[in-house]
T-cell receptor
Framework: QQQVKQSPQSLIVQKGGISIINCAYE??????FPWYQQFPGKGPALLIA?????SEKKEGRFTISFNKSAKQFSLHIMDSQPGDSATYFC??????????FGSGTRLLVRP | DADVTQTPRNRITKTGKRIMLECSQTKGHDRMYWYRQDPGLGLRLIYY???????NKGEISDGYSVSRQAQAKFSLSLESAIPNQTALYFCATSGPGTGSSPLEQYFGPGTRLTVT
């Protein structure tokens, strides 16, 4: 059972464009929603995270938009750069400290 | 990644062999996790441990076992490896600690395991 659904599987964006990755969840007990970034040959690393009591969180060029009623959240990468090319995972956590990950999005930013 | 180390980084083994993957952390975290990554499936939780005496099964524990030898060490064993256990394996840690958010999971660099 896939509790966190992520789309698209892959995304190609031109340099300077906006990258948007979407996730939907089912379990209303989730209360922490991180995004992880993974470069080839490396482990995932936390990029940005949000709690459900806010609708948006911005850190530099990265923004999470959160819609609690729709049980959806998304990552927006503004002014996308070739160095942003990586695999991105959304995830959700409940009070048990376990993360449920989405299936991942491979982002390629063309120069 | 230096705070969480995994050995070996790459391993090729044959069907039926027993293999152990090791994880060590210097972050002082209580919580440790083992994940498996497969293309198109994301990361799936195999086992997790919240302290030395606490071991819990994750989503896909069949065919795997773990040992928490110390707060800083958490190993994953495949008792009798099979080809569909070919994957990337990641160890992660979380918990209160110096400079750490208690919710953030810190991942090791991964072990690429191939079972032939």
């Amino acid at each position: 059972q896939q509790q966190v659904k992520q789309s698209p599987q892959s995304l190609i964006v031109q340099k300077g464009g906006i990258s948007i990755i979407n996730c939907a969840y089912e379990n209303t007990a989730f209360d922490y929603f991180p995004w992880y970034q993974q470069f080839p040959g490396k482990g995932p690393a936390l990029l940005i995270a949000i709690r459900p009591d806010v609708s948006e969180k911005k850190e530099g060029r990265f923004t999470i938009s959160f819609n609690k009623s729709a049980k959806q959240f998304s990552l927006h990468i503004m002014d996308s750069q070739p160095g942003d090319s990586a695999t991105y995972f959304c995830a959700a956590m409940d009070s048990s400290y376990k993360l449920i990950f989405g299936s991942g999005t491979r982002l390629l930013v063309r120069p | 990644d230096a705070d969480v180390t995994q050995t070996p980084r790459n391993r090729i083994t044959k069907t039926g062999k027993r293999i152990m993957l090791e994880c060590s952390q210097t972050k002082g975290h209580d919580r440790m996790y083992w994940y498996r990554q497969d293309p198109g499936l994301g990361l799936r939780l195999i086992y997790y441990s919240f302290d030395v005496k606490d071991i819990n099964k994750g989503e896909i524990s069949d065919g795997y076992s773990v040992s928490r030898q110390a707060q800083a060490k958490f190993s994953l064993s495949l008792e009798s490896a099979i080809p569909n256990q070919t994957a990337l394996y990641f160890c992660a840690t979380s918990g209160p600690g110096t400079g750490s958010s208690p919710l953030e999971q810190y991942f090791g660099p991964g072990t690429r395991l191939t079972v032939t």
